[in-house]
Structures are given as structure tokens and as C-alpha cells.
């Protein structure tokens, strides 16, 4: 029956869940024959063990108004859809999550695996496919809309301060053109990282990027650059460039682990450097300074402290402005401060260098790289012929070292040796045996001749 608590006049019906017992819940009336007629609505729907309305009466989803209107006008089938459609929507939507929170998470992950400079690169491309604050479903996270993106891709506008005249006379930027295919590998990677993250955090089973084809990599471009021009360009420089240029052309290390060494990682002795490189266990190595770069090093260590980095306060892009400004005033035709590798593996191959060397200076895994990129700089005829000589004196050296330690041993020299064949040879024992032979053969058993004959 419906009741009433104390001091209301709203009538109250007790609700069976399916569980057992009763939950109270209100009829929102003060007339006592509807809330009757609530009453029977609730007991018939309990009897038919109808539980899916009334755990929603139950749950507060669904007040008892709102029932008994659908059950008056015979339209509960239509509320259970309404209902379900409701639930599948809100699944749906909690299925396909917004992803763009998870990209400030993504960025902080980033250091533990790539340098600060390239995380911050990667989430100003990502975020060109997935704005801030703008939600970015995960069913739109799909190969086929990463490829699109890719394909719209253009060149970002650089960001210019605002002229202080009240008439700016700085020229429109220029229309955007599309990136290239180099820098589209460089967005892919971004989004590859991004989506890596989102398979090892469970918000995604499988990463759709791996289905998005990353454009071929430009064919390696090595510059040939005249060891003239290198000296004309480190002679000129000012410190501590002109040690940075000697160290770059003179090892062929690249730029982030020549800012990284310190003064400890120079041996002075063997004239070699270790070069902390990052991108692959292969570039930690110790590399060999060449001859024609070394007094430009060591003079720029006078000017050092114990445990000082070499290049204190540079970074690669002021490295690569002053170099390309040292390039413009010598009137020498432009290339990248990272052609010095190119420089130092050019000339280290023309040497004859065995390609395992210039691999390991280069902080290469493997000599593939060198062969096929400089395997075309090999050694002329007559820079062979200076190495053969090389070769055939250390046979020489070789040799001696080898006939020094016999005659220590007590060994016969070649000529003793010689000597001592034709007394053995020349003596009646050994001559009996070969006048008569053919073949070789030493006996003179007329038997065994036959059968040999």
C-alpha cells in the first residue's frame, strides 16, 4: 500500500528489485488513487519479472510519472528502446574516447625516449592533426585519415614579432607549399610515437599508423668538399667555432655529440675523442682525430678548465647559422655543417681506410652505409699503388721479424736450409734411387716396374 511520511503529503511506493527486498521511492503525488494505480502498474510489472524499467525506477533513471504515463498509453516497448538506444550512444562515446588529453601525457613520456628538442618537433606536428583543446575521437585516429593528413601537410609559417611602427613595411608571407616527402617521414614518426603510446597505455588494441606508408628516404647526397676549403674555414673562424669546425671535419662526428663532449673525453695522447652520440648505441664510440685538425683542438683545450665542456653555450642551430655565415663570407658554395661527415668519410675511403674504420667513426652498426654511399670514392690507380707499397713493406717487416726469430731459435735460414737439400740430394744413397725411376719411384724390383709401367 502507499504511504506517507511524517509531515509530507507526497505518497510513497515501495519498489521489488530482482536482487530481493524493496526500495522506496517517491510517486511524486498527493493523490492517493493514482499512486494506487502506480502501485498496481509496479506489482504487475514485477509479477511478469519485468526488471528492466523498474531497476531504473530503482537506480532514480526513470521517475514513476514518467512510467505509469507509458504504461496508460501501452507504449512501454517504445520507452525500453528509447532507453537502450540512450545506453548504446553513451558506450559508444565512452568506447571512442577523446584522445587530445592524452597527447600532454604523450609529450612528457617523450624525454625518456628522444632528445628535448626533437619531443618538442613532434608535438607541434602532432598537433597539427590534433589541435589543443579539440576533441579528437579515437575512431577518427584511423590510417586512412592519417594519410590524408599527411597528404595536406604544408610548410609552417614561422612566427615573425609584430613591427613597433604603426605601419609594418615587413613583406605577406609566402603562400604555403607542401612539405616534403623527408618531412613527412618526420610527421609520420610523430603520429607513429603517439599511437605507440596510446597501444601501451590500452586506449587503442593495435597502432593505425604501421598501415600508413612513409615515403622513401631521400638518396644520400655526400658533398665533396677540397681540404683547402676545410683549413680556409676553420682558419678564419672565431673561437670556439674554429675547434668545433676542426673537430667536426677532422672526426666526422655529428654536431649534438660534438656539444656534448667535455674535456675529459679528449685523450691527449692518442689524439682521440669520445663521442657521446645518442641515436643508436653504435654512436657512444671513441673516434681519431686527423692529423691536419688536431693542433686546432689542442689550442682550443688551452683555453679550457678540467671538466669544462668543450663548446659551452652553443646549441646546433647557432652552429648552423655561423656556419653558413663563415661559408658566405669566404665565397665558398653552401653546404650543411653536417656535410663534415661526408667530408671526413670521402677522404678517410680515397685513403684506403678499410671500410670497418670509417664505420666505426662514423658510429655506423655496420659497413653497409659506407659502401654504399662512398663505396664510388674508392682509391685511384695511383693512390693503390702508394698503398701497395705500404704493404709490401710491412711484408718486408714481416719477414725479417719472422727469419730474426729463427735464427734465434736456432732455426736454418733459408740458404742453410738450401744448402743442406742438394748435400742430401748429391750424395750416392739418394742418387741410386733416382737413376733408373720413372714416376718417382726408388725401387728396382722388375715385378714392381711392370706393374707401374
Not at 615587413?170 to 616527402?181: C, E, F, L, S, Y
Not at 675523442?273 to 683542438?297: F, I, N, Q, S
Request: aromatic fraction near 8%; hydrophobic fraction near 35%; include cysteine.
Amino acid at each position: 500500500m502507499p504511504y506517507r511520511r511524517r509531515g509530507l503529503s507526497i505518497w510513497y511506493i515501495a519498489i521489488p528489485t530482482r536482487v530481493g527486498g524493496r526500495i522506496k521511492r517517491s510517486s511524486g503525488t498527493t493523490h492517493k488513487p493514482t499512486a494506487k494505480q502506480m502501485e498496481r502498474m509496479v506489482a504487475e510489472l514485477a509479477e511478469k519479472r519485468d526488471w528492466y524499467l523498474l531497476d531504473r525506477v530503482a537506480n532514480d533513471t526513470l521517475s514513476l510519472g514518467n512510467l505509469v504515463d507509458a504504461w496508460n498509453a501501452n507504449a512501454l516497448e517504445a520507452l525500453r528502446n528509447r532507453f537502450r538506444e540512450e545506453e548504446a550512444r553513451r558506450e559508444g562515446e565512452e568506447r571512442d574516447s577523446d584522445l587530445e588529453p592524452f597527447v600532454e601525457k604523450w609529450e612528457r613520456s617523450l624525454v625518456d625516449f628522444v632528445k628535448k628538442d626533437t619531443a618538442a618537433h613532434y608535438g607541434v606536428q602532432l598537433r597539427t592533426l590534433i589541435p589543443k583543446g579539440a576533441i579528437f575521437r579515437r575512431s577518427q585516429f584511423t590510417a586512412v585519415a592519417i594519410a590524408r593528413w599527411l597528404d595536406d601537410r604544408t610548410r609552417l609559417v614561422q612566427k615573425r614579432r609584430r613591427s613597433i611602427r604603426a605601419k609594418s613595411q615587413r613583406k605577406d608571407d609566402p603562400a604555403p607549399r607542401p612539405i616534403t616527402g623527408s618531412t613527412k617521414r618526420k610527421y609520420r614518426a610523430a603520429a607513429q610515437s603517439f599511437g605507440a603510446y596510446l597501444v601501451q597505455r590500452g586506449i587503442l588494441e593495435s597502432n593505425p599508423v604501421r598501415d600508413v606508408k612513409a615515403p622513401p628516404a631521400n638518396r644520400p647526397r655526400p658533398v665533396e668538399i677540397d681540404l683547402g676549403e676545410v683549413r680556409r674555414i676553420v682558419d678564419g673562424a672565431l673561437a670556439p667555432y674554429k675547434g668545433l669546425y676542426a673537430l667536426l671535419y677532422g672526426t666526422g662526428i655529428e654536431v649534438s655529440a660534438a656539444l656534448a663532449c667535455i674535456e675529459s673525453d679528449v685523450d691527449i695522447k692518442r689524439r682521440e675523442v669520445r663521442a657521446r652520440g645518442t641515436k643508436t648505441h653504435t654512436r657512444d664510440r671513441v673516434v681519431r682525430v686527423a692529423e691536419w685538425a688536431w693542433p686546432y683542438l689542442e689550442e682550443h683545450l688551452e683555453t679550457l678548465t678540467p671538466g669544462e665542456r668543450l663548446f659551452r653555450g652553443l646549441d646546433r642551430w647557432a652552429v648552423g647559422k655561423a656556419h653558413g655565415a663563415r661559408l658566405v663570407a669566404l665565397g665558398l658554395p653552401h653546404h650543411r655543417v653536417h656535410d663534415a661527415r661526408h667530408f671526413y668519410a670521402i677522404r678517410a675511403v680515397r685513403a684506403g681506410t678499410p671500410y670497418e674504420l670509417v664505420a666505426r667513426q662514423l658510429g655506423h652498426a655496420d659497413v653497409q652505409m659506407v659502401a654504399k654511399v662512398y663505396g664510388r670514392y674508392a682509391p685511384r690507380s695511383d693512390e693503390r699503388d702508394r698503398w701497395e707499397k705500404i704493404a709490401a713493406q710491412m711484408d718486408a717487416e714481416a719477414e725479417k721479424k719472422s727469419t730474426d726469430l729463427g735464427a734465434l731459435l736456432g732455426a736454418p735460414t733459408a740458404d742453410e736450409a738450401a744448402d743442406e737439400n742438394e748435400k742430401t740430394l748429391g750424395s750416392d744413397d739418394a742418387h741410386e734411387g733416382y737413376a733408373d725411376s720413372r714416376g718417382g719411384t726408388r725401387t728396382h724390383d722388375p715385378g714392381i716396374m711392370s706393374a707401374v709401367l
